[in-house]
């Protein structure tokens, strides 16, 4: 158990929906990572924030949207869902920026 | 912004054999190198990472090599068991920027 927390583990929603992905981080890490994974492929990274502040951004799409809250727990928001946003989303932490990242287990959305 | 290519996309070894994976890095800055191993629908988990002030660094059957002039750092898994076929990933990530992964090694170890 990596210590980082996400909710749900999988979602099954219809297209043009929006959801919300929630990630607890471990005890004390101030930074969280979104990735998206889809079938095969690689980690593309989507956006970090750091002490509630986006630190990072990578190629999220405007239809995405994430905030990391006092509580340093963070939710990233999908709306007007496509076919292709069916993929595994993980969230990652670390106690810094400097510092290893944990993954939590990922939530895999499917969109029908 | 960093960019990491991954070589090679997927490796086939015999049991007992040595498994190399290379990943080069564009951004001089960088100073942090971990690698993932992911099984089939579970998460990424760390397995070894380096820092730029050492060149190599080793645990059990793994060692990580970094050339920071060349800017490439590769994975050694040796005496391979059915147990490390996976997906591998390299990542690279310089003070205060974000983590940048490569494609992905999926590796195949064969009794």
């Known amino acids: 158990d990596s210590g980082v927390t996400q909710t749900p583990k999988h979602l099954i929603t219809a297209t043009g929906q929006r959801v919300t992905l929630r990630c607890s981080p471990r005890s004390g890490d101030l930074s969280v990572y979104w990735y998206q994974q889809s079938l095969d492929q690689g980690l593309q990274f989507l956006i970090q924030?750091?002490?509630?502040?986006?630190?990072a951004k990578g190629n999220i799409l405007e239809r995405f949207s994430a905030q990391q809250f006092p509580d340093l727990h963070s939710e990233l928001n999908l709306s007007s869902l496509e076919l292709g946003d069916s993929a595994l989303y993980f969230c990652a932490s670390s106690a810094d920026w400097d510092t290893e990242a944990f993954f939590g287990q990922g939530t895999r959305l499917t969109v029908v | 912004g960093e960019n990491v290519e991954q070589h090679p996309s997927t490796l086939s070894v015999q049991e007992g054999d040595s498994a190399v994976i290379k990943c080069t890095y564009s951004?001089?800055?960088?100073?942090?190198f971990p690698w993932y191993k992911q099984e089939l629908g579970k998460r990424p988990q760390l397995i070894i990472d380096i820092r730029s002030n050492v060149g190599e660094k080793k645990d059990q059957r793994i060692a990580v090599t970094l050339n920071k002039t060349a800017k490439h750092f590769s994975l050694h898994i040796t005496e391979t068991q059915p147990e490390d076929s996976a997906v591998y990933f390299c990542a690279a990530k310089a003070a205060g920027n974000k983590l940048t992964f490569g494609g992905g090694t999926r590796v195949l170890v064969k009794p």
């Open positions: 924030y750091y002490n509630g502040e986006e630190r």
């Open positions: 951004d001089s800055a960088s100073n942090y």
